[in-house]
C-alpha cells in the first residue's frame, strides 16, 4: 500500500488547513487509519486515528475539539480538518495505514513521506 499526504503549508496562527492521505496499491487490505505527527527534537506522536468504517475516531489531547478526522473509502482517501492552528501544531504530519488480510493477519504498518505543516505566530 502506498501512500501520499498533501495539502500541508505555511499558515497564521488561528488559521486552518486539509491533510489528505491518498491510498494505491491492495487498499482492501487498510484497517485502521491514522495522522502522526513529529516536531523537531520530539518523538512522533498521534494526532488523530479512525476505524476502518469510519464509525470511531480518537484525538490526542492537544488536538481535540480543534482537529477533525475522516475517510472516504470510496475514494481511498483519508482528511485531517485543522482548524485554530497553533505554533506548537508545527510538525511533519504522517499518515499511516494498519494493514490486515484475513485469513493471515495484520502485516507491517504503511506510512507516508510526510508532509509539513508549519503554523507562524
Known amino acids: 500500500v502506498q501512500l501520499v499526504e498533501s495539502g500541508g503549508g505555511l499558515v497564521q496562527a488561528g488559521g486552518s488547513l486539509r491533510l489528505s492521505c491518498a491510498a494505491s496499491g491492495g487498499t482492501l487490505s487498510i484497517n485502521a487509519m491514522g495522522w502522526y505527527r513529529q516536531a523537531p527534537g520530539k518523538q512522533r506522536e498521534l494526532v488523530a486515528s479512525?476505524?476502518?468504517?469510519?464509525?470511531?475516531?480518537n484525538y490526542a489531547d492537544s488536538v481535540r475539539g480543534r482537529f477533525t478526522i475522516s475517510r472516504d473509502n470510496a475514494k481511498n482517501t483519508m482528511y485531517l480538518q485543522m482548524n485554530n492552528l497553533k505554533p506548537e501544531d508545527t510538525a511533519v504530519y504522517y499518515c499511516n495505514a494498519r494493514l490486515y488480510v484475513p485469513p493471515l493477519g495484520a502485516f507491517p504498518d504503511s506510512w507516508g513521506q510526510g508532509t509539513q505543516v508549519t503554523v507562524s505566530s
Open positions: 479512525i476505524t476502518s468504517g469510519g464509525g470511531i475516531t
